[in-house]
C-alpha cells in the first residue's frame, strides 16, 4: 500500500549505516547541511528523511549519490559537543521513498511517499514468523553478542513486520545488503531474505569454528613438540656434561679430526646437525648414525707412500714366483711407466690364466713391489648391482657396496685392489654388476664413483685396480676394454717340479710341523706326483698332494714312535703313500690304432688330450656322432666328411662308399661337454683312417679347424695345448700355419721339446698322421679334371649322349 505525502521534508544522507523502521539509533553529525536539516525537524517537530548514500566516501553527496528508499524519522534528541558536531538520537518509523532530492534553506529536502508491506495476511506468514524466531535464538547464541534486551523485545514483538526490522536492525551486516532488504516491500521474502542471512552466518561460524579448533590443536601440539624437543635437549646437554660428552660428543670429535673434503664436511655438519634434533629412540636417529660411521670410516686423503722401484720390484717378483716371465715383463713395463708419470692412469690389468697359476699371488707381489696396502674382493656369484654400488639409505639395512666396504677395511685411497674372478659375475632382473663397475674401472669416471649410500661422489683415481679370470668369455666386451689383458699360462713340468721345491714342500714342512730336512722329496718323487698324481695348468693340486703325503708321513711317524726318523722319498714311495695312480702318463696310445687320433682341446684349466676314435658299420649312409659334443664341433664332422667325400677317389675310394656305411665317430669321456672347431682335421684323419685301414702315429697329436676345401684354420690356446702335449709325452705335433706368429708367445723350453709341423691343408695332415705300407701311397695319381667329371658331371654326360 502506497500513501503520498505532498509536504518536503528535510532529509539527511547517512555514511555506512541503514536505518529500519523501529530502529532507535544514535548518530553523531558533522556536516553542516545535515546539521541544518536535523535542527529544522527537531524545532518543527517534523519528520526528516534518513537516506544511506551509495558512496560513503563522498564527504559533500549529492543526489545522485543517494539512495532513493529510505526511513521517514522522528529526531528524539539533539546534544551539541564541543567540538561542533551534534550528537542525535533519531528512531525510524516509516518506510518512504523519495520522488525528488533538492536542495532547500542550505539543506537537503525531499517529496517522499511512505510505502507499506504488502502480502501481510498471508496463511504461511505464522510458519514464517515462528522459524525467524527460532533461527535469531539460534543465531544470538553463536556469540554475535546480540543483547538481551533486544532478544526480549523480539520475544514480545507480535508484528511480523516489526520483528524482522527489528532482527535486521542488529545483526552486522554490510551497507548494500541491509539496502536491499530495506527495500523489500513483500512480507514473506523479506522474511525469506533475513533467514538467508543468518543460516549463512550460522554455517560461516561453524566454519571458522572448526578451522579455530584446528589451528588451536595444531598450535597445541607445536607447542608440546616444542617444549619436549627443548626438554630433551636439556637432558641430552646434562648427560652430555656427565659424560664428557656423550656419543655425539665423540662423533662430533671424530668428525673434526678426520680430514674431509669441504662439500663432505658440509654434508656431515648437516647430518649431525639432524642427529642432534632426533629423539634418541627414532628409527632415522640409527640410519644417520651409521651414516655419519660409514663417512668417518671412509679413507678420504690419507695414503701410503708409494715409490716404484723397478729393480726390487723385480726382484719380489721372482722371490714369490717361478717363471712367468711374459707376464712378469709386461708387468714391470706397466710399473716402470707408472713411475715415470707419479699418477696412475691408463687401462686397468686383467691376469688372465687357468686356476693355480698364481694370479692372485701376482697381485699381493705387485703391492708389495709398489709399497701399496692390498686389498682383494672376489666377485664370483655377485649378480646384484647393489653390491657394487650399494643401497640407498631409505631402504631397511642398507649399507655401502663392496667397493666403498673394501676401502674403509684398507683405511688409505691408493691401495692395490685386486677385483677376484671378475668372469664369475651373473646377470639377473636386479641389475647388472659388470656394468657398475665400468665407472669403476674407468681412469676417466672413477675421480667421481657414486655409490647410492654415500649419495656423494668418491674418488678412486688413485687406486691400481687389478682383475683376475680365468676366460675372456664371461667378460662383457665393453668391461675388456677398459682393461689391458696380461695372459698367465700353465705352468710346464719343469716349472712345477722348481715350485714344489723351492716353495710347496718347504710351506707344507711347516704346516704339518717337519722340520726342513725331516722330509726329502727326491726329483723322480716330484715327478712322479706331477705325472701320476696331478693334472692341472697350475700348482693347487700338487700343492694338495703333497700336504696328503706329509699328513701320511706324520701319522706313521707317530705310530712308530720315531720321531726322529728322517725320510728320503722316492717314486715308490710316493706310490706306497697315495695308492693307486690317478692318471696315466706316457703315450696317447701303446701301440699305432686304426681309427684313434689324439687331438688338443683347450679349457678353463688348461689345455688337455682328445682321443677322438671312428668305426665302421655296414649300414645306410648315416654319420653317428657321440661323447657330448656342442653344435660346432657336430659341424666340423659334418665338415669333415664332406672333404673325405670329396677326396673318395684320390683316396682309391668308391664315390658311393658312404652308401653302404654307417661311420660312427666318438669322443671319450662322454660325460664331458666338449666343443669347439679345433678337432676338424683330427676327425678328418680320423675317419680316413678308418676307411683305408691305415693305423695313426701314436706319438703325433694335432690341432686345427677344417673346411669344406681341406684348408686348416688357425686356432686358440696354442701355449696350453702345447703344454697338454708336452705332459702327455707327445713329440710330434700338427698345427695350422697361420699360428705360427704364436709360438713365439709358447715357452723355448716346450718349443725346443716338441717337433711342430706347421701344416695348411689336410692332405697334408693325412700325408704326416697315417702310416701307409712300404712301397703304397696315400693319394692315387688321379687328375682333378677325371675326379670332376666323376663326381660332379657324370648326370649331365648320361643325358648328353
Known sequence: MIEYASNPYPVMPLRDIVIFPGMVAPLVVGRKKSILALERAMGERTPIFLVTQMDSKVDNPGPEHLYSFGTLSYVMQLLRLPDGTIKALVEGRQ???ANNIFVSESFFAAEVTTVHDSETEREDIPAYTQELRRTFEQFSGIGKKIPAEVLKSAAATKNPSRLVDLICSHIRLRTKEKQEILEILVLPDR??????????????????????????????????????????????????????????????????KKSLPKAVKEKMTTELGKLRRMPPMSAETTVIRNYIDAIIALPWKKKTRAKINIEKAEQILDEDHYGLKKPKERILEYLAVQAQVKKIKGPVLCLVGPPGVGKTSVCKSIA????????????????????????????????????????????????????????????????????????VLDPEQNYSFN????????????????????????????????????????????DKEKIAEGFLVPKQLEANGFGEDDIHFSGSALLE???????????????????????????ERQQTKALDKKYRLSADDINTFLGVAKFRYGLAEERDE??????????????????????????????????????????????????????????GLEPDFYQKLDIHIHVPEGAIPKDGPSAGITIATSIVSALLKLPVDRELAMTGEITLRGRVLPIGGLTEKLLAARRGNITRLLIPKENEKDLTEVPAK????????????????????????????????????????????????????
Not at 477 to 494: K, S
Not at 541 to 554: N, P, Q, Y
Not at 616 to 638: C, F, R, Y
Not at 785 to 798: A, G, M, P
Open 95 to 97: 518506510r518512504a521513498v
Open 191 to 256: 522474511i525469506c531474505k533475513v533467514l538467508e542471512v543468518m543460516y549463512r552466518e550460522m554455517e560461516l561460524f561453524e566454519m571458522e569454528k572448526k578451522i579455530h579448533t584446528k589451528v588451536k590443536k595444531k598450535m597445541a601440539d607445536t607447542q608440546r613438540n616444542y617444549y619436549l624437543g627443548e626438554k630433551v635437549k636439556v637432558i641430552q646437554d646434562e648427560m652430555d656434561r656427565n659424560d664428557g660428552g656423550g656419543e655425539l660428543g665423540e662423533l662430533e670429535k671424530a668428525l673434526d
Open 368 to 439: 708389495r713391489a709398489m709399497n701399496r696396502k692390498f686389498i682383494r674382493q672376489s666377485l664370483g656369484g655377485v649378480r646384484d648391482e647393489a653390491e657394487i654400488r650399494g643401497h640407498r639409505r631409505t631402504y631397511i639395512g642398507a649399507m655401502p657396496g663392496k667397493i666403498i666396504l673394501s676401502m674403509q677395511r684398507v683405511g688409505v685411497v691408493n691401495p692395490v685392489f685386486c677385483l677376484d674372478e671378475v668372469d664369475k659375475m651373473s646377470v639377473d632382473f636386479r641389475g647388472d654388476p659388470s656394468s657398475a663397475l665400468l665407472e
Open 451 to 494: 655409490d647410492h649410500y654415500l649419495d656423494m661422489d668418491y674418488d678412486l683415481s688413485q687406486v691400481f685396480f687389478i682383475t683376475t679370470a680365468n676366460n675372456l668369455h664371461g667378460i662383457p666386451l665393453p668391461l675388456q676394454d677398459r682393461m689391458e689383458i696380461i695372459r698367465l699360462n700353465g705352468y710346464t713340468e719343469e
Open 529 to 555: 706326483i706331477i705325472r701320476r698324481y696331478t693334472r692341472e695348468a697350475g700348482v693347487r693340486s700338487l700343492e694338495r698332494t703333497i700336504a696328503s703325503v706329509c699328513r701320511k708321513v706324520a701319522r
Open 594 to 651: 686304426i681309427g684313434m687320433v689324439t687331438g688338443l682341446a683347450w679349457t678353463e684349466v688348461g689345455g688337455e688330450l682328445l682321443q677322438i676314435e671312428t668305426t665302421l658299420m655296414p649300414g645306410s649312409g648315416k654319420m653317428i656322432v657321440t661323447g657330448k659334443l656342442g653344435d660346432v664341433m657336430q659341424e666340423s664332422a659334418q665338415a669333415a666328411l664332406s672333404y673325405v667325400r670329396s677326396r673318395a677317389i684320390r683316396l
Open 750 to 801: 716346450v718349443r725346443n721339446s716338441l717337433d711342430i709341423n706347421l701344416v695348411g691343408h689336410v692332405d697334408e695332415v693325412l700325408s704326416q698322421a697315417l702310416i701307409v705300407r712300404e712301397g703304397e701311397e696315400l693319394f692315387k695319381d688321379v687328375s682333378m679334371e677325371s675326379i670332376f667329371n666323376d663326381v660332379t658331371l657324370s648326370s649331365h654326360n648320361t643325358v648328353a649322349q
